[in-house]
């Protein structure tokens, strides 16, 4: 008795020659509005649908396959009796292949010429419902979803020995459920609502990485699948990105999206090691290499404008892992390419990076799950708490440590000067500490520069800070002793700022 295989495709690549293997290997194919019109015209000997549910699509094409004649046909178990006996007693013949896969939902949602409307019924009921029902009774049935894998489903049916069915159905689940979780994010981005009752994300595997954050851990790259488009970046030369590079890349775009003048970013190990604005992209980067030019050995660099020659030169003095801008001029390119470690990032849109509006953190027994900290200070939030007042340029100055130390590792401490971070403090479980070491790591002197903190702290933090000529400071205030950090302030002539709005990132 020949096998019975049920098609339904929307992406229809490869499904013609992929029934003309079937057919044969002695297959009866049976199919579904476009992808019965298309064997027939291939010359696919082809059974649709209606001759075997005796009832036609409905409903627009909403129901076509949503029927006992099609359902019980794969989900009845071949070694139970009582399910062959009641199919066969009902009329009904078993498929012993599903071939679909689904609707571009996907695709459909990122249209911005797509309505609601269209985005609805690009919501597919009937694949799914296939494919779940062969996927359930994997052990009797075929599921087959991915056309990547139309030859190694032809390879297993020439092999006794190749059983490949629960591979197949681990895919199969895993597509439905990327599909809903998919669904579920549109109406609840629709909705407004970050902080559903139950939370689905999706991913997609973009490659696997040769190693995790440590040689012994194995580690892949995954995309989030949203209904917002992926800012794409591309990689022109080097060794493939590892799991350290990605991580510390990021990082680098987290600080670098909080600047619009042309800036570079130098990270290591996820923390700014140098900050840098200017005019220009060469100043900017001199800038955020000469904060520290030792860490930034073997990190990556991120900058907000495209690189010409000028900026090459001065990138392939350094050893680097990654560069990262919005693209390189043909010469700078030649010039970065005769490092042949060295990976350049090519990133279009990278001046419109944001990250997502949640931060998933893993916790004890799941996730915390927060809006992301987009938000900053403006003239109308922060008040100057000090007699004396900022002038345009310290305030200008203050912005940009206030920037600088958002992104840094709490407990926070950044010291700046002509836009460029003269010393970071990060990561200290005391701010005091956090301050000293953005102090003494400076390789610039201090005096009449400005500092900035992610959260309030105390009259020994301005007394360090006083006694190294600082003169303006920027923090968000809330602590029970701001009267006497005010005081001191006065007492040194210093400029005090609070913003109202702490920074901490742990």
Not at 210 to 234: L, V
Not at 465 to 489: F, N, R, T
Request: hydrophobic share 40%; aromatic share 8%.
């Amino acid at each position: 008795m020949s096998k019975r295989v049920l098609m339904s495709v929307y992406d229809k690549e490869g499904i013609v020659d992929f029934a003309k293997s079937l057919i044969k290997l002695d297959w009866e194919i049976v199919s579904t509005g476009g992808t019965y019109k298309l064997l027939l015209e291939e010359g696919v000997k082809v059974t649709e649908v209606n001759a075997v549910t005796d009832f036609p699509e409905i409903l627009n094409g909403r129901v076509k396959t949503l029927h006992p004649a099609i359902h019980g046909g794969i989900l009845a178990k071949r070694n139970c009796d009582m399910h062959m006996d009641t199919i066969k007693t009902l009329g009904i013949t078993p498929f012993d292949m599903v071939v679909c896969n689904l609707y571009p939902f996907e695709a459909t949602i990122r249209d911005e010429s797509k309505t609601d409307v269209d985005i609805i019924e690009n919501i597919d009921i009937g694949g799914p419902a296939m494919i779940r029902s062969a996927a359930k009774n994997y052990r009797d049935v075929y599921v087959v979803t991915d056309r990547n894998d139309y030859n190694l489903v032809v390879d297993a049916l020439h092999s006794d020995d190749f059983d490949i069915h629960q591979y197949l159905a681990s895919k199969a689940f895993s597509l439905t459920a990327s599909y809903d979780a998919l669904i579920s994010q549109y109406f609840l981005h629709v909705e407004g609502n970050d902080l559903p009752s139950t939370l689905t994300k999706t991913y997609r595997k973009v490659s696997d990485l040769r190693y995790g954050e440590n040689p012994h851990q194995k580690a892949s790259y995954y995309e989030e699948i949203t209904a917002s488009e992926a800012i794409e970046f591309r990689q022109l030369h080097g060794k493939e990105l590892s799991y350290n590079n990605i991580n510390d890349m990021t990082g680098a775009l987290r600080v670098l999206q909080e600047f619009t003048e042309p800036t570079a970013v130098a990270v290591k190990h996820a923390n700014p090691s140098g900050i840098g604005s200017a005019e220009t992209l060469k100043e900017a980067f001199e800038k955020a290499r000469d904060c520290d030019p030792e860490s930034i050995f073997g990190g990556i660099i991120a900058l907000n404008r495209p690189v010409k020659l000028d900026v090459a030169m001065l990138l392939s003095d350094i050893f680097l892992e990654v560069i990262v801008a919005p693209s390189f001029t043909h010469e700078a390119q030649e010039k970065l390419m005769k490092k042949k470690n060295v990976r350049l990032i090519e990133m279009p849109k990278i001046q419109k990076y944001h990250e997502n509006s949640t931060l998933i953190k893993d916790v004890l027994n799941g996730v915390l799950v927060q809006e992301r900290d987009l938000a900053l200070i403006n003239e109308a939030k922060y008040e100057v708490v000090s007699k004396r007042q900022p002038t345009p340029e310290v305030l200008e100055q203050l912005d940009f440590a206030w920037k600088a130390c958002k992104q840094l590792a709490s407990n926070a401490i950044v010291i700046a000067k002509n836009n460029m971070t003269l010393g970071l403090g990060h990561g200290e479980v005391q701010r005091y500490w956090a301050c000293e070491k953005a102090i003494e790591r400076s390789l610039f002197p201090v005096e009449g520069s400005v500092m900035a903190s992610d959260a309030f702290f105390f009259e020994d933090t301005i007394e360090l800070c006083a006694k190294h000529g600082i003169k303006a400071i920027i923090q968000p205030g809330g602590s029970v002793k701001d009267h006497k950090v005010i005081e001191l302030a006065d007492k040194y002539d210093m400029t005090l700022i609070f913003t109202g709005m702490r920074h901490f990132r742990h």
